[in-house]
Every structure is written in structure tokens, then in C-alpha cells.
């Protein structure tokens, strides 16, 4: 079965900064992918996925993330940080061709400061 | 456009009280369900999923269960609440079975407090 380790249960930042959230995978082939970001109290809202093709995926709110197969990561970045995506993030990995559910990473929650 | 909706958004109960928590999706038909449990630091747990009217599958073992009365209505219950029972449930729906090829869709939550 796939796993996915997000290793920073908290990182913060400065508003402007850049910013790299990690995620690495378990998995024997090429998996899917997914970043979901939780404002406080709040659903999950898909912030870009992986399914094939181009390895660096685009998504919305200025997010985007590279899948290095060599490094099993699929980390998440953004080039300037706004006060307004201090919120949590979370790693997803499915698996092709099976029936196991995707799984998600325990996720980083990021502050940013003024 | 499809929407989820789930309520209530909070709840306080007390052990040992029963519990249902209600998760609807509108614009679209015979999607797969799921309900999700959030627990600080463990990311999310998949509780439960459906396929189709009164088809559930559980994830965990659990002092909770599921029910899909209706195509687009899931309802999670418990007859006795337990304190671990405590934590941010999720509704969430997907067109496809949620293994990879498809992405899912979730409401906005419902935080539960037992004390």
C-alpha cells in the first residue's frame, strides 16, 4: 500500500518569502498526487494534483508542485507567500490500477508573519 | 455546479449521548461518499465510504457507523458517544472511487466535542 510522509508538522514564514512544503511517497510505480490546503475550521480544497505528464504541475492561489520520481517528493511551493495562506496543508498519493483509497499525509500547518 | 453540505458545523455532547452528523451533495448523481475523521497530528483517517444506496464499507474499526439512506445523503452515528469520538469529521464525495484517478470534494466539516 502507498504512504506519504509530510516531515514539518509547522513551518512559519515571513509574508513575501518563499516558501517549500515536503512531501515524500512510498510507492512502487508512478502514483498520483495531491495537494489540499485546510483554512482554520474549514473543508479541503484541491490545490493542484499530479496524474501524468508535465512534472511540474500549476495550481491555483500562485501554488505549484514538482513530482521527482528519483527523490519519491512531491513538494509544494510558492514564490511569495500572502498573510492569507497561513492555513494547513496536506499530501495525498493514490495509487494507479488499484482499489486502496488515497492516503493522506499528517499535514504542515505554516504561519505567516507580518 | 455540485455542492457538498454538512452539518452542524459544531456540536458538544456529552458521553455516552448519541450522535449523527448529516452530509448531502447536490448536482450530481450516484457519486461515491466518504466520511473522514481529523485528529491533531494524524492527518486524515478515511472512517467510511460508499458506493450506492445502503453499500458501506468501513475503514476502521470503531465505536461509529455509517448510513446512506438516500443517493446523495450519508449520515454518520454513534448510539454512545465515547471521548475519543472527539475531532473534525469531513464529508466528501468524488464522481469515481477515490483511489487516485479521480479527486474528491469535501464539506466544510464538523467539529466534535464530547465531554
Known amino acids: 500500500a502507498q504512504s506519504v510522509t509530510q516531515p514539518d508538522i509547522h513551518i512559519t514564514v515571513s509574508e513575501g518569502a518563499s516558501l517549500e512544503l515536503r512531501c515524500n511517497y512510498s510507492?512502487?510505480?508512478?502514483?498520483?498526487l495531491f495537494w489540499y490546503v485546510q483554512s482554520p475550521g474549514q473543508g479541503l480544497q484541491l490545490l493542484l494534483k499530479?496524474?501524468?505528464?508535465?512534472?511540474l504541475v500549476q495550481g491555483i492561489k500562485g501554488f505549484e508542485a514538482e513530482f521527482k520520481r528519483s527523490q519519491s517528493s512531491f513538494n509544494l511551493r510558492k514564490p511569495s507567500v500572502h498573510w492569507s495562506d497561513a492555513a494547513e496543508y496536506f499530501c495525498a498519493v493514490g495509487a494507479r490500477g488499484g482499489y486502496q483509497k488515497v492516503t493522506f499525509g499528517t499535514g504542515t500547518k505554516l504561519q505567516v508573519i507580518p | 455546479s455540485q455542492t457538498i453540505h454538512q452539518w452542524p458545523a459544531t456540536l458538544v455532547q456529552p458521553v455516552g449521548s448519541p450522535l449523527s452528523l448529516e452530509c448531502t451533495v447536490e448536482?450530481?448523481?450516484?457519486?461515491?461518499l466518504y466520511w473522514y475523521r481529523q485528529a491533531a497530528g494524524r492527518g486524515l483517517q478515511l472512517l467510511f465510504y460508499s458506493v450506492g444506496i445502503g453499500q458501506i464499507s468501513s475503514e476502521v474499526p470503531q465505536n461509529l457507523s455509517a448510513s446512506r439512506p438516500q443517493d446523495r445523503q450519508f449520515i454518520l452515528s454513534s448510539k454512545k458517544l465515547l471521548l475519543s469520538d472527539s475531532g473534525f469529521y469531513l464529508c466528501?464525495?468524488?464522481?469515481?472511487?477515490?483511489?487516485?484517478?479521480?479527486?474528491?470534494?469535501f464539506g466544510q466539516g464538523t467539529r466534535l466535542t464530547v465531554v
Open positions: 448536482g450530481t448523481s450516484n457519486p461515491n
Open positions: 510507492y512502487g510505480a508512478t502514483p498520483y
Open positions: 499530479y496524474f501524468s505528464g508535465d512534472t
Open positions: 466528501a464525495w468524488s464522481a469515481a472511487l477515490f483511489t487516485g484517478d479521480t479527486e474528491a470534494f
